[in-house]
């Protein structure tokens, strides 16, 4: 049986920011927790407890979780709380507004793994729109950089949320017709990740109560 990173092994989209974010607050929440654990006086371990089964599994979840992965027949949308997986075939259309979003059979599902960045979008249109009007580049830092010095870069620009969103609705358009793309969408919840969180918040809920 082919395995899902087999499957998907085509495109990966992930947010290298958010992973590495991820890994330095879970790297806090470590701490932060094994030392209230291990010097904690009283009820101060149970609430650690309580509070790492509830911050763990959500910074992972917003941070570390989330990915798409294309394949030839279908994407995998792997969110926060749910894994999404749609083939070509229901898709209607990937497109990137403020968040990047995959458009199927009546619903939309936001690709949390491509974030769109309105400061990188401005960006490549000034580019653009230099280059467009016969102007020099701006080159190095704040662009002071002129001459033969400067890094060449007179090619346009796309945002890298735009190209990835791009390069999906071209594939979907492209495979959408493929009798191995048909299918219906199927959508799983995150339940190793909801369930602690959710009773790691209720422990930390008694305990406030009660202490």
């Given amino acids: 049986m082919t395995s899902e990173p087999q499957e998907y092994a085509d495109r990966s989209y992930r947010s290298g920011p958010a992973i590495a974010g991820g890994v330095l607050l879970l790297g806090l929440a470590a701490w932060m927790g094994g030392d209230a654990l291990l010097r904690g006086d009283g009820r101060v371990p149970l609430f650690a407890v309580a509070g790492l089964l509830t911050v763990v599994p959500l910074?992972?979840?917003?941070?570390?979780?989330?990915?798409?992965?294309?394949?030839?027949?279908?994407?995998?949308?792997?969110?926060?709380?749910?894994?999404?997986?749609v083939p070509w075939g229901a898709v209607e259309t990937v497109r990137a507004r403020y968040s990047a979003e995959l458009l199927t059979e009546g619903a939309v599902y936001q690709l949390w793994a491509i974030p769109v960045s309105l400061r990188e979008r401005g960006k490549a249109t000034?580019?653009?729109?230099?280059?467009?009007?016969?102007?020099?580049?701006?080159?190095?830092?704040?662009?002071?950089?002129?001459?033969?010095?400067?890094?060449?870069?007179?090619?346009?620009?796309?945002?890298?949320?735009?190209?990835?969103?791009?390069e999906l609705r071209e594939l979907a358009e492209r495979r959408r017709e493929e009798p191995e793309a048909a299918g219906t969408v199927t959508i799983r919840w995150a339940w190793e990740l909801m369930a602690p969180a959710a009773f790691g918040a209720l422990l930390l809920m008694i305990l406030w109560v009660t202490g």
């Fill in 59 to 85: 910074i992972v979840a917003f941070t570390v979780r989330p990915v798409v992965l294309a394949g030839d027949n279908r994407v995998l949308i792997r969110n926060p709380f749910r894994t999404i997986h």
């Fill in 126 to 166: 000034r580019h653009n729109q230099r280059l467009a009007a016969g102007e020099e580049p701006r080159g190095g830092l704040l662009g002071t950089m002129r001459g033969p010095s400067a890094p060449q870069d007179n090619q346009p620009r796309t945002a890298p949320a735009d190209a990835s969103v791009a």
